[in-house]
């Protein structure tokens, strides 16, 4: 294909907003007419279909996982550093008391 060719394809492909997109996605997810006869209505490749409903799909899928995060204060991680690091002092002394105690029962050399 030559390059002026290409040019103007490209300049008057048709272009889709962000609701246009999800309207044709939603109409094909319903599944009333076929893939291909929605695609050739609007005028686009089932390929371009089939990525759009991927992309609607999986920013779906991100926005109900980002939904059970939840971002902490500043607060709240200086506390639980701070219960983090009392726990490990209290497992460190633990484990040394383990060692002292199984030296002095002579199970440990």
Known sequence: MSKNLREIKKATRKSFSAEQKIQIVLEGLRGEISTSELCRREGIATVTYY????????????????????????????????????????????????????????ILV
């Open 51 to 106: 990525k759009w409903s991927k992309d609607f799909l999986d920013a779906g899928r991100n926005g109900l996982t980002l939904g059970t995060k939840r971002n902490a204060t500043s607060e709240e991680v200086k506390n639980l550093r701070g219960e983090n690091s009392d726990l490990s002092r209290a497992a460190s002394e633990q484990m040394l008391e383990n060692v002292r105690l199984k030296k002095s029962l002579g």
